[in-house]
């Protein structure tokens, strides 16, 4: 097998991967220390700068504050307070007070949001800001409110009860039944060390009861200028300018004489395996999470790379396995993965992780470890290996084409790994150089070698997590001991392998041809009529040298299919991916695959009917190939397949069921929009009537006539090597007979839209482990034809403007929610050139229950003041500045101008010339910017939202089930005294009861 395609001359770059020399290397030979293609220095106060040129994206800067403190480090009066500081310093420093820095962040386009701006781990604290340099003064001014984060944040009682509450309810926010395992898995891992006790959210009892004064002592003990580090990469003119900016604003300030001593917290190891059964009852899955703790090896000399890439490749030869696992009859699994992580400073770990079906955790755990005990005696084949190198070597190649089109945040992370973490900066070009030289050496024995660190005697972690208690730690040590039973009598078998077809298509398709051309000047596009009907448009740009993204859409989804249908073909995209639509199984399609950058998917939604992928320039063949497979193909239903399919979806469905969060978006789909069958929730008792046959003949006439398909190629391509290839693979798509699925948008089927007419108040309560509170608050919105286009525009903008000042209110002056979030449905009606639009905008955020109603009052309130007062000026620059500059980094994005030209294409004003189309849209987006003023956004919100918005809403809460001992004893206090007499009797016989029932829960599981 080639590790990588013949290149195209026409193709490659002047410098090409093909002609990157190979290194003689020794691999005891250390890699360079200085980072590489920066400027690096250290000021006479110990702090630390990287500052470096970059154009991607257009005049933008991305800039970070690192501190090496972080949670491990606090006391026990501490726990949480690492994370509170990081708070605190959005809210007041010295030189900005009430959230002026996120006010100024948003005044110049830059939004704040949970963890786009900072973050706390046990290690150490990043603070980041990604902003705007086409202004004077704005890089100062970013750079100075780092500044202020490193040694003048303002922590008062005043700021730290305001900023309580949020906190709060962040911690709250993570203690679901994904943090609740997470968190459990932690405190296992970390046993014996202090990283156990130290998750960086901290104590509740911490975080509402932490004096300003401990906070304070924190701040000033640990954020030494010695233990950070400023970064700057971003599109400078110079970036000697940036260090004297740097300089300005950090050279005057000082810390303690003496930094403080950050001391070294180790993990300790263990022989013996620790094993846990854990049991969430409102867990997604069954699950098993097999880990591996090791030493953290710096990455230090070329022996290490070599390590490293050794280690990755036997990374994605033991996933191919599980992968192909997983698609096997009756497997032990549904997904299975493993990883490499440094979890802490000291620790590393190889993690396993396994999603199974409910009771078969055990069978799952044995054929995890059987599979690295097969590697241990029989080792990789030279055929996986030949695959997994292919796609190691792709990435390679992909990374070195992109080398000067890496975006600034990328290149900041990177600056910040090697101040944090020691990890080298060496350049894209070095790094590929010698991963080129390496990765032809590494052979299936270095591989191997990887198996022997991943035994149970290595400091290993097993657990189980399940609904329902099921497994118990003795099942969990048979397995082990039976598995290294097996392993030392030899009596596991060498992997089978599959055979993998060497062409995708074997028949190549007779070409099409050109009915007709368009060329769109405004938009850079060219059109193309192909002979089968297809319509093909393509852009060619330049925003990055290893892309092109395509997706093709023909009208006519599951709008269409009667209620005797529907079930069926809901379930024809699961089955279809299963028995291969592009007439090969997943298990062999990802082998033939090796090594080509090309990735196509497909879904049927209520309207329409789409396919999409992601290729480099020189695997555009092979995208396009998939597409044909997936018109040409005829899937058949078979029936171990179909029993895979329908055992995974029941198992979701009891998933679904245990969530509340799920329980909760399921009413308040069936308030909004009925009782449909389109919109309610699957049920079990659904999946008993699917008709596999009817499926499966759904999803072939779904992707059946090339002529129904509007299709849109944009990146960089060349039309003298693409067009060839689009005439032949999508060209050469055969027409059916008569038309297959062929709608016209205006005789589409609507779905129902009932939104209520009156006001909803409505609580839903759910059992939960650990209370937890949503809230959802929407408005029904319907856009008139005529100004749709504006219209639309204007929804965008109020959406931004009502996120923001809700947060404002909510967060930043009542302190009592962690982030809002206002989210548009304009998906009520159908596709149609004369309909209106119907939908709703939520506004969506969580809380502490107790105040739920209260919080829908304010954000009412709030939403009313604007409508009748409107918002100020600064409001409507700041959503004018954010939308802008989003605008400028999407047009640099090749996914942003897909998205631009299909929307053209779908356009109510679409009549049959794309650029007609896509100007008025252009024209309509710059005529709401220019009318945007406070009073004309006040009249958008009374126009758009019912006004007042008091007289036509829905807020729907989801609140934790109280418990019926709670009831009782809530009933007791309000009852006579006669009733609670016999009422407490009941109780009394109640709590005997539930006694007996988990006492005996308890003897079954001991």
């Known amino acids: 097998m080639n590790l990588l395609p013949p290149e195209d001359p026409k193709i490659a770059k002047k410098q090409g991967f093909r002609s990157l020399k190979l290194l003689n290397v020794d691999l005891e030979q250390v890699i360079g220390e200085q980072p590489f293609g920066v400027d690096y220095g250290r000021l006479d106060n110990g702090l630390f700068y990287y500052v470096r040129s970059n154009p991607k994206p257009r005049m933008r800067a991305a800039l970070a504050l690192a501190v090496k403190a972080g949670s491990v480090l606090e006391e026990e009066d501490e726990r949480g307070v690492a994370h509170i500081v990081e708070h605190l310093a959005f809210s007041a420093t010295t030189k900005y007070t009430n959230h002026d820095i996120i006010k100024f962040l948003e005044s110049i386009g830059s939004e704040f949001g949970p963890c786009q701006n ?133 050279g005057h300030k000082t810390s303690e004489p003496e930094p403080p001593l950050i001391p070294a917290f180790s993990v300790p190891s263990h022989e013996e395996p620790r094993f846990s059964c854990f049991v969430e009852s409102e867990a997604a899955a069954s699950e098993v999470v097999i880990s591996y703790k090791m030493a953290v090896v710096e990455l230090k000399t070329v022996r290490d790379c070599r390590d490293l890439l050794a280690e990755s490749m036997f990374l994605h030869a033991l996933n191919l396995r599980f992968f192909k696992i997983s698609r096997r009859k009756d497997p032990p699994y549904f997904s299975c993965s493993a990883s490499a992580d440094n979890l802490v400073h000291p620790l590393k770990a190889y993690i396993m992780t396994s999603s199974c079906k409910e009771k078969g955790t055990i069978k799952a755990l044995e054929s995890m470890l059987t599979e690295i005990a097969r590697i241990r005696l029989h080792g990789f084949s030279e055929c996986e290996i030949s695959i997994v190198r292919a796609e190691l070597m792709s990435d390679i190649e992909s990374a070195y084409l992109k080398r000067d089109q890496m975006q600034s945040t990328s290149l900041r992370d990177e600056y910040l790994q090697h101040f944090l973490r020691n990890n080298p900066v060496s350049g894209i070009e070095y790094m590929a150089q010698l991963q080129k030289t390496l990765l032809p050496h590494i052979s299936a024995s270095d591989l191997s070698k990887y198996a022997e660190k991943l035994r149970t005697s290595c400091s290993c972690v097993i657990k189980t997590i399940e609904p329902r208690a099921f497994a118990v730690v003795d099942d969990l040590k048979n397995v082990v001991s039976k598995i290294n039973n097996l392993e030392k009598e030899n009596k596991i078998l060498p992997w089978d392998e599959d055979q993998i077809p060497e062409e995708i298509v074997t028949l190549k398709p007779n070409p099409g041809y050109v009915v007709q051309q368009f060329e769109y000047s405004n938009i850079g596009a060219v059109e193309l009529l192909l002979s089968n009907g297809m319509r093909v448009c393509y852009k060619c740009t330049d925003f990055f040298v290893d892309q092109v993204v395509f997706a093709g859409f023909s009208y006519g989804g599951l709008s269409e299919l009667p209620e005797s249908n529907y079930f069926s073909c809901s379930m024809a995209e699961a089955i279809a991916a299963e028995i291969g639509e592009y007439g090969y199984k997943p298990s062999v399609l990802v082998d033939m695959l090796a090594g080509k950058r090309a990735e196509v998917d497909n879904t049927i939604d209520a309207y329409m009917r789409l396919f999409y992928g992601d290729c480099s320039p020189t695997d555009l063949e092979t995208a396009l190939q998939l597409v044909y497979q997936l018109f040409t193909t005829n899937v058949t239903p078979e029936d171990e397949v179909v029993k895979l399919v329908l055992q995974r979806s029941e198992e979701e469905i009891r998933a679904q069921e245990r969530d509340p969060h799920t329980v909760f978006a399921n009413r308040v789909t069936e308030l909004k929009y009925g009782m449909s069958y389109f919109y309610r929730p699957t049920r079990i008792s659904d999946l008993r009537k699917v008709d596999p046959l009817k499926a499966c003949e759904y999803f072939n006439s779904c992707f059946k006539d090339p002529s129904s398909f509007t299709v849109v190629v944009v990146g960089n391509i060349d039309p003298t090597i693409a067009l060839p290839l689009i005439l032949q693979h999508l060209g050469g798509i055969p027409e059916p007979s008569k038309p297959v699925l062929h709608f016209n948008r205006e005789d589409l089927k609507g779905l129902p839209f009932t939104f209520p007419r009156t006001i909803i108040r409505e609580s839903v309560y759910s059992p939960m482990v650990e209370a937890q509170c949503s809230v959802q608050i929407s408005f029904p919105v319907e856009l008139k034809t005529g100004a749709m286009i504006e219209e639309i525009h204007f929804v965008g903008f109020l959406s931004k403007l009502l996120e923001t000042k809700i947060t404002q209110v909510l967060r930043f002056k009542h302190g009592q929610i962690y982030s809002a979030d206002v989210s548009v449905f304009l998906g009520g009606n159908k596709f149609s050139r004369t309909g209106d639009i119907r939908g709703d905008i939520s506004v969506n955020f969580s809380c502490d229950p107790e105040i739920s109603s209260n919080l829908v009052d304010l954000t009412l309130d709030e939403i009313l003041r604007l409508q009748k007062e409107g918002p100020s000026d600064e409001d409507v620059s700041a959503i004018l500045e954010i939308e802008q500059r989003a605008h400028e980094n999407g047009l640099e994005e090749n996914y942003y101008w897909l998205a631009m030209i299909l929307n053209s294409y779908q356009s109510e004003l679409y009549s049959g010339d794309l650029g007609a189309s896509f100007e008025i849209q252009d024209v309509a987006r710059s005529k709401v910017r220019k009318s945007l003023t406070p009073s004309t956004t006040q009249l958008a919100l009374q126009r758009i939202l019912p006004f007042p918005c008091k007289k036509q809403y829905m807020a729907v809460i989801l609140m934790p089930q109280k418990s019926r001992l709670k009831s009782l004893t809530s009933f007791f206090r309000s009852s006579q005294t006669t009733q609670a007499k016999i009422l407490a009797g009941l109780a009394g016989l109640t709590v005997l009861v539930l006694g007996l029932r988990r006492y005996s829960r308890i003897t079954r599981k001991s």
Do not use: C
């Open 118 to 250: 900072a973050m706390t781990s046990a290690d150490d604290t990043v603070y980041e800001l990604f902003v705007p340099v086409d202004k004077p003064g704005l890089l100062s001014q970013a750079i100075s409110v780092l500044a202020e984060f490193s040694t003048e944040v303002r922590i008062s009682k005043e700021d730290l009860d305001k900023e309580r509450g949020p906190v709060m309810e962040e911690y709250r926010e993570g203690r679901n039944a994904t943090g609740r395992t997470v968190d459990a898995n932690w405190v296992l891992m970390m046993e014996g060390s202090k990283y156990a006790e130290r998750l960086p959210i901290g104590l509740e009892k911490v975080i509402w009861t932490v004096s300003a004064e401990t906070a304070k002592r924190f701040y000033k003990k640990w954020y030494h200028l010695s233990n950070m580090a400023v970064i700057a990469v971003g599109d400078f003119s110079d970036t000697q300018s940036v260090v004297e900016l740097i300089k300005t604003h950090f």
